[in-house]
């Protein structure tokens, strides 16, 4: 080990010790750097079956301040050799798995460090979250969280933000992305939850609806165009597009502005 001067010694020691003791009074005060918590709340899914309740109370929860970047998800694919691109089982990502980098450890200039990991799936979101000793965000903690404006946290009282986020889901099939840390924070201090990407979540298949009549599951009224009339509210287009898009997905699928952020327990 290189041995510095001693008042160099000094400085590096007391530098390590003055972040081991900040990392560890954020933890002390329930934060975790890199993530904020977002508080208990009540979800009410767009559409629900008849055996399933209006609302859905949700605990308080952690959620990344920003989505996975590239630079992150190499860290990942660096220590687990099997989620690289040239190694991954076709089972678990199609072959659009990382399409956009230009080798198994070098994402490119099409994929910029500090831009979000897209083109990953499901099963390789979930594997980079438990790598990371957290979680997927389920439907309901994401949505409350993307509920929020920058000043309110029911986005819904605020007209400004609500046309903000219809327009880009007017045209949310970009290819190129700004870098991370760019966007404006929302009231719980979270980045990007609209205006970037399209983000994976844990219970995504959930929305998938089958059109089988021996299904009870989900009400056949689904099913029709006037099927909107059920939902709770009829106005939020952004939701009914979240809705369909994950209805569409499969878990290797592995998509040009489909990325993820995770969440962790209390």
Not at 13 to 39: C, H, K, Q, W, Y
Not at 63 to 88: A, C, G, Q
Not at 141 to 166: C, H, M, R, Y
């Amino acid at each position: 080990m290189m041995k510095l001067p001693a008042p160099w010694n000094l400085v590096f020691v007391l530098t390590l010790l003055f972040s081991a003791t900040d990392f560890s009074r954020a933890v002390t005060n329930g934060e975790i750097p890199g993530m904020v918590l977002i508080p208990a709340g009540v979800y009410r899914p767009l559409f629900k079956s008849k055996s399933e309740p209006a609302k859905i109370a949700v605990k308080s929860f952690y959620l990344d301040i920003e989505p996975v970047s590239n630079r992150d998800y190499l860290e990942f694919v660096r220590t687990n050799p099997r989620w690289r691109r040239s190694h991954v089982a076709r089972i678990f990502a199609d072959e659009s798995y990382l399409k956009n980098w230009a080798d198994d450890l070098d994402p490119g200039r099409d994929a910029p460090a500090d831009a979000p990991v897209v083109n990953v799936s499901w099963f390789a979101a979930k594997a980079y979250a438990q790598w990371k000793h957290k979680r997927l965000p389920v439907i309901a903690e994401w949505e409350i969280a993307a509920n929020a404006s920058a000043t309110n946290p029911d986005g819904e009282k605020d007209p400004q933000f609500k046309a903000e986020v219809l327009k880009w889901y007017s045209e949310s099939g970009a290819t190129e992305f700004l870098p991370l840390g760019r966007g404006e924070k929302n009231f719980y201090g979270v980045r990007d939850l609209h205006g970037l990407i399209w983000e994976w979540v844990a219970d995504f298949n959930s929305a998938i609806l089958s059109g089988d009549s021996r299904d009870g599951g989900v009400d056949a009224k689904f099913f029709c165009g006037g099927g909107a009339q059920s939902a709770q509210n009829v106005d939020d287009y952004p939701a009914f597009m979240r809705f369909a898009f994950r209805g569409s997905l499969k878990a290797d699928y592995c998509i040009h502005n489909l990325g993820f952020r995770c969440a962790k327990d209390l």
